[in-house]
């Protein structure tokens, strides 16, 4: 339904689709902005930070047009609007997920792998199935991961009730986080994003492998190859996390 009301007016459509394209490209240009004082950032080249950026933006925005919604939950449980969802003969999170589904969103998706394109042509690597599968894996992984922060956030809000910044600190933070190099944070925040909130496993960790580089923190190189298990172990920790939330759900009574 969302997605036929949008395509009625499908040059308001388009016009939305290229701005969200140019504004997430802004990130990117700044990337190329301090690639014109220095050759390298970190010990990485500009390829090699355009494909963190690339995988970072592809994974994200996949994410972001299907869960981003999530972050409503605040909202409607402050309103009261919640209670008409858990009325349905539907599941929470797929409403949720449907409404006021944007399908703007996709100019993130397009500009991201776009960069992505462009990077994989610079690398200077030879792509073997394996390492072609290492990326997808990446990609895909990551879109889970990004999403199980989206809703492990929206949990949070049936007892915080309003913390749409602090969730928007762990996606939108943590996507920019992780179109940089790892070599360019401080350890301590590296072990965060990879043993607290795992989002070093999005890109960082599988990149690394593929780019030949060496892990800062001097983890096993099996754990490069773990982001679908670490996706699976989220979703299975934020289905539990979301089932506590809505049986804490109070209604306003209104």
């Given at each position: 339904m969302w997605v036929r009301s949008t395509m009625a007016y499908r040059a308001s459509f388009a016009m939305m689709l290229a701005a969200n394209f140019a504004t997430t490209f802004l990130d990117f240009a700044a990337i190329m902005i301090m690639f014109s004082q220095v050759d390298a950032l970190g010990g990485f080249t500009l390829p090699e930070v355009a494909f963190l950026y690339g995988t970072s933006c592809v994974a994200f925005g996949l994410s972001d047009l299907l869960l981003g919604t999530a972050e409503r939950v605040g909202r409607r449980v402050r309103?009261?609007?919640?209670?008409?969802?858990?009325?349905?003969?539907?599941?929470?999170?797929s409403q949720l997920a449907a409404d006021r589904f944007a399908l703007r969103r996709l100019g993130r998706?397009?500009?991201?792998?776009?960069?992505?394109?462009?990077?994989?042509?610079?690398?200077?690597?030879?792509?073997?199935?394996?390492?072609?599968?290492?990326?997808?894996?990446?990609?895909?992984?990551g879109a889970a991961i990004f999403g199980c922060v989206f809703v492990l956030g929206g949990a949070f809000q049936f007892w915080a009730q309003d913390a749409s910044e602090v969730q928007n600190a762990f996606t939108y933070g943590g996507t920019t986080l992780l179109q940089y190099p790892p070599t360019v944070f401080g350890k301590e925040l590296v072990r965060g994003v990879t043993f607290v909130v795992p989002l070093a496993f999005v890109n960082w960790l599988p990149a690394l492998r593929l780019l030949g580089r060496d892990d800062p923190l001097g983890l096993p190189g099996g754990l490069d190859f773990a982001s679908p298990a670490v996706a699976l172990l989220c979703c299975a920790v934020t289905g539990l996390v979301w089932r506590a939330g809505l049986r804490a759900y109070r209604s306003t009574g209104s």
């Open positions: 309103d009261g609007t919640m209670d008409v969802l858990l009325t349905r003969p539907v599941p929470v999170l998706v397009i500009q991201g792998s776009l960069v992505l394109g462009w990077a994989v042509l610079r690398l200077d690597l030879d792509w073997t199935p394996g390492r072609v599968a290492l990326l997808f894996s990446m990609v895909l992984s």
